[in-house]
């Protein structure tokens, strides 16, 4: 086998053990989890779930999931419950991993949310993410309004570090954020 010496190796997904929760790879059948997301207010406008709700985009979407390991863009993984049903998706982002950060994104399907399922989602990519030596901080933004998402956040270790005015822009609208983070070493 030929192996290209200047490109990066991908990533693996590990598969992780949460209290509630089992992180693992998105599957062709978590396909009405993906349109049921769909269908929700802010996951689109702030995700790349897709606006349309059709059963292609939805297995194009888990396809890009994939992918985010051979670009080395970041780990992607469903959210799946006691069942290893998916219940949403949760996201280690490695764009500023040469400055030892990486960012956490999630949501959760509109029917499992408040069962803690976020929560004990954020905590298990923490644990395993504390392993990964290149990282010394994981940060993540939230909007002051999204508590649901903050509690989540802080219940998994995350400190508030200040208010970013006009810091994204969602649904055409500049918003302010939180900044959380929470330092692995
Ligand atoms: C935000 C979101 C991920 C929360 O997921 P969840 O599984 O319902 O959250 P949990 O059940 O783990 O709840 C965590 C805490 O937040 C609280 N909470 C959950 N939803 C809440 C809401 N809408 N309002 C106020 N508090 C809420 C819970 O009671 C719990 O509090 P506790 O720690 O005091 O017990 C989910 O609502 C979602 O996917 N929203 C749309 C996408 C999104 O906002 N993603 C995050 C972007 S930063």
Do not use: C
């Amino acid at each position: 086998m030929n192996v290209d010496p200047g490109r990066p190796i991908q990533l693996v997904l590990p598969l992780l053990a949460g209290r509630n929760v089992t992180l693992r790879s998105f599957r062709s059948d978590d396909a009405p989890m993906i349109q049921e997301a769909s269908e929700d207010d802010l996951i689109p406008t702030i995700t790349s779930v897709p606006t349309d709700n059709s059963e292609e985009a939805a297995l194009a979407f888990i396809e890009r999931q994939h992918e985010r390991l051979h670009t080395r863009t970041g780990y992607s993984f469903a959210i799946a419950d006691e069942n290893y049903v998916a219940v949403g998706q949760i996201g280690l982002w490695l764009e500023h991993e040469n400055h030892g950060r990486a960012s956490v994104g999630y949501w959760i399907r509109p029917s499992a949310r408040k069962r803690g399922y976020a929560a004990d989602a954020i905590f298990a990519l923490v644990g395993w993410a504390r392993s990964l030596q290149q990282l010394h901080r994981l940060e993540l933004y939230v909007e002051p309004w999204n508590e649901g998402s903050w509690r989540a956040a802080e219940r998994a270790g995350f400190e508030r570090e200040g208010l970013l005015r006009s810091w994204r822009q969602v649904g055409g609208v500049h918003r302010d954020m939180f900044v959380y983070s929470l330092i692995t070493k």
